[in-house]
DNA sequence: TATTGTTATACTCTATAACTATA
DNA sequence: TATAGTTATAGAGTATAACAATA
C-alpha cells in the first residue's frame, strides 16, 4: 500500500513551535541525544524500562524450561504454601482471577500442578504441586538464580540490594 | 473431580525471610501469612508490583484526559524533540516500531501529533506536535505530577529519590 | 542490500461481566 | 446475598514477519 498519511504536508521539518527547547536543527537524526523531558523524574517511566529489561532476560534465561515469570511466580507460591486456594494465590500476586484459571490449566497440563477439593469448601479448590512440579521446580530455581545474577550484574551488587529493600518497601507498604 | 482432600499439612511457614509483612493500605489487600518464598529476592517480582500499582494510578488520575502511559511518554518526547523520526522515537522509549504506528495513529486522530515529511529522507517522518497537542500537553503534565506526587507520597520522598536514581542508573547506566 | 513506516498475526496480560455451584 | 472458580470478550502491550518505497 501507498503511505497511507497520504498527503503531508511538505513543510519541512521547520521549527515552529515553542514547545521544542532542542534540536531538530542539527539535521534530524538525534541519534542518542533525545531529550527525555519530565520522563526521567518519573517511577513509572523507569520502573517500565526495569521491567523490560528483567522480563527479557528471565524468559530467555528461563526457555530452556519453558517457564515464564508469572509462571515461576505461581508455582514458588504453590510450592511454599500447599492446599492455598486459588483466590488467596491470585491476590497474593496480584493476577486476576480469571487470569490464574488459564495459567493453571497450563501447568496442570504439564503435570506440574494438582487442584484438588478443598476440605472445608467446596467451590474452591486447594492447590498442591506434583512430585513432578516439585522436581522442576528445583530445576528452575537453579535458573531464576542464574537470571538474577545477571540483573546482579546489570546493576551492581549494592544498588541490587538497596533496590530489592525499595520497593520491598513500595510494594508491601 | 479429584482425588481427595489433602494431608493439609500446615499451609503457613511463614517465618523465612522476609516473605509478606502486612497488607496492602491503598486497595488490595494481601493475604497474611502467604509466603512468598524466593520472590522477594527477585528485582522482576517487585518492579512488577511497582509499576501494577504506579500504572493504576497513572491512569485513574489522567483518565479525565484519556491519556495512558505509553501515550503520555510519546507526546513529552515528541514535545521535546520536534523533527523526531519514529524510529528513533521508538527504540528511545523502548516501544516497537509497529506498536509505535498505531499509537501515533490514534494521537493524530485526536489533532495532537503530526507527521510531516521529513526533508532528508522521504522515508521516515518527521514528528511534531500541533498547536492543540502543545496545549494538551501542558494540562497532561499537571495531571502527571499530581500522580507522580501520589507515588512520592506511597514510598516516601527520600525513598523516592532513591528509586529515582538507581532506576536511572538501572535503565541507562 | 538495508532501513522506514506500515500491515498483519499470534501470544501475553489486564480488566470486566456473566454464569455455576456452592456458602 | 455473597464468594470461588470458570468462561468469554475487549483492549493493551510484546514479538515477529512481510511488504512498498526509499536509501
Redesign the interface.
Known amino acids: 500500500m501507498s503511505p497511507r498519511?497520504a498527503p503531508?504536508?511538505?513543510?519541512?521539518?521547520l521549527?515552529?513551535?515553542?514547545?521544542?527547547?532542542?534540536a531538530?536543527a542539527a539535521?534530524?537524526?538525534?541519534?542518542r541525544g533525545?531529550?527525555?523531558?519530565?520522563?526521567?523524574?518519573?517511577?513509572?517511566?523507569?520502573?517500565?524500562?526495569?521491567?523490560?529489561?528483567?522480563?527479557q532476560d528471565?524468559i530467555r534465561t528461563l526457555a530452556i524450561l519453558d517457564i515464564r515469570?508469572a509462571e515461576y511466580?505461581v508455582l514458588?507460591?504453590i510450592?511454599?504454601?500447599?492446599?492455598?486456594k486459588q483466590m488467596?494465590?491470585a491476590?497474593?500476586l496480584?493476577i486476576e482471577r480469571a487470569r490464574l484459571v488459564h495459567l493453571l490449566d497450563r501447568l496442570e497440563r504439564r503435570g506440574l500442578v494438582?487442584?484438588?477439593?478443598?476440605?472445608t469448601d467446596r467451590r474452591s479448590?486447594?492447590l498442591?504441586l506434583t512430585a513432578k512440579g516439585r522436581k522442576m521446580l528445583a530445576r528452575i530455581?537453579v535458573l531464576?538464580s542464574e537470571?538474577?545474577q545477571h540483573?546482579v550484574a546489570?546493576?551492581g551488587g549494592e544498588?541490587?540490594k538497596?533496590?530489592?529493600r525499595?520497593?520491598?518497601?513500595?510494594?508491601?507498604?
Open positions: 498519511t503531508l504536508t511538505r513543510t519541512a521539518a521549527e515552529v513551535d515553542g514547545g521544542s527547547r532542542r531538530d539535521g534530524e537524526d538525534l541519534p533525545v531529550d527525555l523531558g519530565g520522563l526521567t523524574g518519573h517511577l513509572g517511566y523507569l520502573v517500565r524500562r526495569a521491567q523490560l529489561w528483567i522480563f528471565f515469570p511466580s514458588t507460591v510450592g511454599r504454601n500447599a492446599g492455598l488467596a494465590l491476590s497474593t496480584g494438582q487442584r484438588r477439593a478443598s476440605a479448590h486447594a498442591h530455581e531464576a537470571h538474577e540483573v546489570r546493576v544498588h541490587h538497596e533496590l530489592l525499595l520497593l520491598a518497601l513500595f510494594a508491601f507498604g
